[in-house]
């Protein structure tokens, strides 16, 4: 039995689930998540809790059992609390700002960079110079998909580390031009 997938979903209060064969949906404070999942692993709801379970030992229905429980503990989560992702921005007039519900980068390119938000994404940029960005949403996926598509406008270099990067994350410095040493 899948370690992660035998253990229960625990449903806070203010989130509702509603299971319909392979379909599920959760609504809570923060918005609204829907998902489908294989016909194959079961879900049932007990006692204020889910419980995942699996049709048959089929190794492919083994490797979707845990799978299935995270992804749904990921949406019961989503719309009770939300996620987050920080990004740092390195650089010499490297900033960010939001404008509106729009995202603009200004990294080095001859043309500020504007993203849009896809709907449950918001941007914020919680200084004035524009070195932090926290991108928050209902979606885990989504959150990660968007926080990594701004990390490639600006990808963080080994030289001198300028770039968008994600918070805490270590770059790995090179030396330079002849090993030259500061």
């Not at 995942?52 to 989560?77: D, F, P, Q, S, Y």
């Amino acid at each position: 039995m899948s370690r992660i997938g035998k253990l229960p979903v625990a449903i806070p209060k203010g989130v509702t689930v509603d299971i319909n064969k392979n379909q599920v949906t959760v609504k809570g404070p923060k918005g609204q998540l829907s998902r489908d999942f294989l016909p194959e692993i079961n879900l049932a709801q007990e006692d204020g809790q889910i419980v995942v379970t699996r049709n048959n030992e089929h190794r492919t229905h083994r490797a979707k059992h845990g799978l299935t429980r995270a992804l749904l503990n990921n949406m019961i989560v989503g719309v009770s609390t939300g996620f987050q992702r920080q990004l740092e921005i390195e650089g010499v007039g490297y900033r960010a700002a939001v404008e509106g519900k729009k995202l603009v980068l200004n990294v080095g390119y001859s043309h500020p960079v504007v993203i849009e938000p896809p709907e449950g994404i918001s941007f914020d940029v919680p200084d004035r110079a524009g070195r932090q960005l926290i991108i928050s949403g209902t979606d885990k996926e989504l959150v990660g998909e968007i926080s990594a598509r701004i990390r490639r406008v600006r990808p963080p270099e080994p030289y001198k580390g300028k770039g968008i990067r994600y918070a805490g994350e270590q770059i790995r410095r090179k030396a330079g031009k002849a090993g030259k040493a500061k």
